[in-house]
């Protein structure tokens, strides 16, 4: 039995992080000791992640008298390289990492963002001391590859498993050890939920809205106001009912808030719900009782495509083009980017797409989905195999 070590993970007020954990979970079952080095501890014991693995504090305030402290700052005033500072937070960490653990970093994107030299140097410092490193579930934009330093970090892991063909492509050609599965949320279970008064069952459509998106958008107000026109829209010209699904709720970065603004401003019209916080299982059984998604959260469009619900996905990165193109053969017409968004009537466009498209994209998702899912129960031997038996 191996001890494995997830790490990069932010918290599971982010239900999408939530949903990584369980599914690793469930694909690893049986593999070893499993630990979770988390970002917020907190927010795991409260959606109960403590019943499925070992959570622990992955990251602490910095000691500013250690000799570590002072080799960051000077990096920081030098060179302006915030990474080597950001990542002290982490170093405790080294002490649930033994010299015989797989350590996995399970951030997903985390190769997307800004601070992706954080990353790097995480990954460094764990790998200083693991047995072996796995990259698991990523999305990593190519056009990151080009930096020499990022790339050779990718080609230091032991063993990538991307979710995606577009990643895939690219990341293979720096490390060798590159496979394509699909992401581990596609494993979530589905809770049985008590729909609220005003959701129909397979005659709603779910919403999904998260202020990250609206901050990529090129055109200020754009996305609120495509929202709206579709809502508009959807009342005025269908019997479908609406329900408002956030599925990340941090105090800096709440899907409620534009939700809450959507749902005061259709409210009166007694066609709009809103669906509280919940855990990723509960908002699943939400998001498959829809009968279109249309969602800006991955994770919330993994938790719809893979309960065969016809999706639109408000996308900004690699990892929702990547997933649809693998699903679909194509992202176009599943993936509208918010940067694209110019005019109000684009969603909506997009939108009446899907819907006239409903039964083939239904079809479409119970013939292949199950068999989709299913390729992840080999990632087991996979590891199984890189590692060896113990």
Partial sequence: ???????????????????????????????????????????DLLYKIDEIVDVKQGKFSINKKSVD??????????????????????????????EDSIAISIGGDTYCYS?????????????????????????????????????????????????????????KKVNKNTYLYPDPAFQLDKSDVKLPKGFIENNTVGINLSPLVIKKEN?????LKNYENLIEHIIQNTDMNIALIPHVVWEHND?????????????????????????????????SKCRFFIGARTHATIAAYSTCVPTLVVGYSVKARGIAKDLFDTYDNYVLPVQSL????????????????????????????????????????????MVGDK
């Fill in 1 to 43: 039995m191996r001890d494995i070590v997830l790490y990069s993970h932010s918290g599971s007020k982010n239900h999408g992080c939530e949903a990584i954990v369980r599914g690793t979970a469930k694909i690893l079952d049986g593999m070893g000791r499993i630990s979770l080095l988390s970002h917020e501890k907190d927010e």
């Fill in 69 to 98: 402290f002072l080799k960051a700052y000077m990096a920081l005033k030098l060179k302006n390289d915030t990474s080597k500072m950001d990542v002290l937070q982490f170093k405790d960490g080294l002490n649930s990492i033994k």
């Fill in 115 to 171: 601070d992706v030299y954080n990353q790097v140097e995480l990954h460094k410092m764990y790998g200083k001391k693991a047995y072996k490193t796995v990259l698991w579930g990523c999305s990593v934009e190519p056009k990151l590859l080009e930096d020499k330093k990022i790339a050779q970090d990718i080609k230091d892991y032991d063993l990538i498993i991307t979710r995606e063909s577009i990643s895939y492509e690219a990341l």
């Fill in 219 to 223: 055109s200020e107000g754009i996305t």
């Fill in 255 to 287: 899907d409620r808030e534009p939700l809450k603004y959507l749902y005061d401003k259709f409210k009166d019209t007694n066609r709009v719900v809103m669906i509280e916080d919940a855990n990723c299982m509960e908002l699943k059984g939400y998001i």
């Fill in 342 to 385: 110019d005019t109000k009537n684009d969603l909506l466009n997009a939108f009446k797409w899907i819907k006239s498209n409903e039964n083939a994209i239904k079809l479409n998702l119970k013939r292949n989905i199950k068999s989709y899912k299913n390729k992840s129960s080999e990632v087991f031997k996979i590891i199984l195999n």
